[in-house]
């Protein structure tokens, strides 16, 4: 039996993220369970493990292309997939050392699993359906992330506890990957609705040559170096808000996709979206009313994920675009970002250090780089075609 239906595999693809964020948010939400376990108190070690983590996102990103043309997208996946699955070690992991590979294997899998998408949506979608899958595909991690974050009660309660539960999630993500094997994926075949002569090689020098993947990148870095310090140092810093944010983010996604089949225009909407999230960032950050603080949250979220569906349908629209160059932009995409976004992170832990705790400056930097979205709309081409 072969799976050939497109919407199995994007079953497939969405559900294997969604999986993977519930692993990886479970995991982390039960972090003080297994250091406890294992009898450890240290936070460097708590922070190895983070930048264990990051570092799986910067090499994991920038090594998916290489592997997609050494085995092509169906093996790659499945390579990603089964990384993911070693989560199944994390809560039983009998030392910390073991932790530490299981979680950044894990954290591997899932930054090969991200550039894969797009690969996959070329080969299997029309250009004028991608936008849509392109949208339920960025919406993935947010799925997981909230089913754990509202849910992981009622789950430990079902399966005895949080230990049972997360290998419940690596069980899940193991029988996907089988299944994943049974897809019909021809290497050969040409991408949907494209044309059938391929373009000339694109590689990795390729890639940094062009001033589009830089442009591309850096136009994200500043958002997701803004979520991450979000959900890092806002807590810390007494702004608990933070977490009015994934929920408005998938509602943001939704709206995102269905403004996306009405208006092919894609950078309208990042522009106006980019001015909104700087605009919220500065009333999170320095807003000293709750409600102010709320308020901002809420439409933050919104406005980081109603952009995404357009942002990531510009390299799907580029001329003469190709499975293997998609690969190469998307591996360039998140490598770039996460690297930034790491510097950006040590950096604002860094200047909290040198102001005696005050969040302040922090601030200010952070504010200022969540207007990368708006101001890098200027550098982005317009790939969508007006309608008639």
């Known amino acids: 039996m072969k799976i050939t239906h497109k919407y199995l595999v994007e079953g497939l693809v969405f559900t294997s993220y969604v999986l993977f964020a519930m692993a990886w948010v479970g995991g982390t939400a039960s972090m003080d369970q297994i250091m406890a376990s294992m009898h450890i108190e240290s936070f460097a070690s708590a922070s190895l493990l983070s930048g264990a983590v990051t570092l799986a996102k910067i090499v994991g990103t920038f090594a998916a292309a290489y592997l997609t043309l050494k085995f092509g997208v169906k093996y790659a996946f499945l390579v990603a997939a089964l990384l993911i699955v070693t989560g199944i070690v994390t809560p039983y992991a009998p030392n ?44 993935a991690f947010n799925v997981g992330t909230a089913i754990v974050l509202w849910g992981m009660p009622a789950i430990n309660a079902i399966t005895g506890g949080w230990q049972q539960s997360l290998l419940v999630f690596s069980l899940a993500s193991l029988v996907l990957a089988l299944l994943w094997l049974m897809v019909k994926f021809d290497r050969e075949q040409p991408v949907a609705g494209a044309q059938t002569q391929e373009a ?133 995409f998140w490598s770039i970002s996460y690297l930034i976004s790491t510097i950006v992170l040590w950096l604002f832990g860094k200047l909290v250090d040198m102001n005696q705790g005050s969040y302040f400056a922090s601030f200010v930097l952070i504010t200022l780089l969540s207007a990368t979205v708006f101001v890098g709309s200027y550098f982005l081409p317009e790939t969508g075609k007006p309608k008639e």
Not at 103 to 109: A, E, K, N, P
Not at 251 to 272: C, D, E, F, H, N
Not at 313 to 319: D, G, K, R, V
């Open 96 to 139: 910390y050392d073991v932790l530490l590979v299981s979680r950044f294997l894990m954290g591997l899998g899932g930054a090969f699993m991200i550039v894969y998408f797009n690969p996959i949506v070329m080969h299997w979608f029309a250009p004028e359906e991608r936008p849509v899958i392109n949208g339920l595909n960025a919406v």
């Open 200 to 332: 000339s090689h694109y590689s990795y020098l390729d890639g940094l040559k062009d001033s589009f993947n830089w442009a591309y990148a850096l136009t994200y870095s500043g958002l997701l170096s803004f979520y991450i310090c979000l959900f890092t140092f806002y807590p810390q810093a007494g702004i608990s808000q933070s977490k009015w944010v994934i929920g408005f983010g998938i509602l943001g996604t939704v709206a995102g996709i269905l403004y996306s089949r009405k208006q092919p225009l894609r950078l309208p909407i990042i522009r106006m979206s980019g001015l909104v999230i700087f605009i919220t960032v500065l009333g999170l950050s320095f807003g000293t009313e709750p409600w102010l603080q709320t308020l901002c949250a809420i439409v933050l979220g919104f406005c980081i994920f109603l952009p995404v569906t357009a942002l990531v349908s510009i390299p799907h629209e580029l001329p003469k675009m190709t499975g293997q160059k998609i690969t190469v932009i998307f591996s360039l």
